[in-house]
C-alpha cells in the first residue's frame, strides 16, 4: 500500500509559477512509475505527465509541454511538478499518483492515488 499527499496547490495569476509536490508513505516510491493528471470542473481527469522509476523516462501532454517538468527525488520519497506560465485553463484539480507499470499514461494503469490539490490561475 502507497498513501500519496500532494501540497504546493493555491490561486496565481496567469504567467505565474506553482510547484507541486507529492509525498508517499508506505512502500518506497522508487518502486513506482509516477504520475501527474488534473481534472477541470466538469471533465474527466487528464494526464499530465509521468516519470519512470528511475528517472530516465518522462512524458508530457501537449497542453503542456515546454511549460510543465516532472521530477522525483527517491530518496524524500517525494515527486514534483513545476508549472511555469501558467494559464487559465491550467485550473483544475491536480492529482500525483503511482503505478507499477514502466510506462503509464492511461488512468487505469495507476494503483494509487493522492487526494488532490486545487490550483486556480486567475486575474
Known amino acids: 500500500q502507497v498513501q500519496l499527499v500532494e501540497s504546493g496547490g493555491g490561486l496565481v495569476q496567469p504567467g505565474d509559477s506553482l510547484r507541486l509536490s507529492c509525498t508517499a508513505s508506505?512502500?518506497?516510491?522508487?518502486?513506482?512509475?509516477m504520475g501527474w493528471f488534473r481534472q477541470a470542473s466538469g471533465k474527466e481527469r487528464d494526464f499530465v505527465a509521468m516519470i519512470s522509476r528511475n528517472g530516465g523516462f518522462i512524458r508530457y501532454a501537449d497542453s503542456v509541454k515546454g511549460r510543465f517538468t516532472i521530477a522525483r527525488e527517491n530518496a524524500k520519497n517525494t515527486a514534483y511538478l513545476q508549472m511555469e506560465s501558467l494559464k487559465p485553463e491550467d485550473t483544475a484539480v491536480y492529482y500525483c499518483a503511482a503505478s507499477s507499470y514502466a510506462i503509464a499514461t492511461a488512468r487505469a494503469r495507476y494503483d494509487y492515488w493522492g487526494q488532490g490539490n486545487q490550483v486556480t490561475v486567475s486575474s
Open positions: 508506505g512502500r518506497t516510491v522508487s518502486s513506482y512509475t
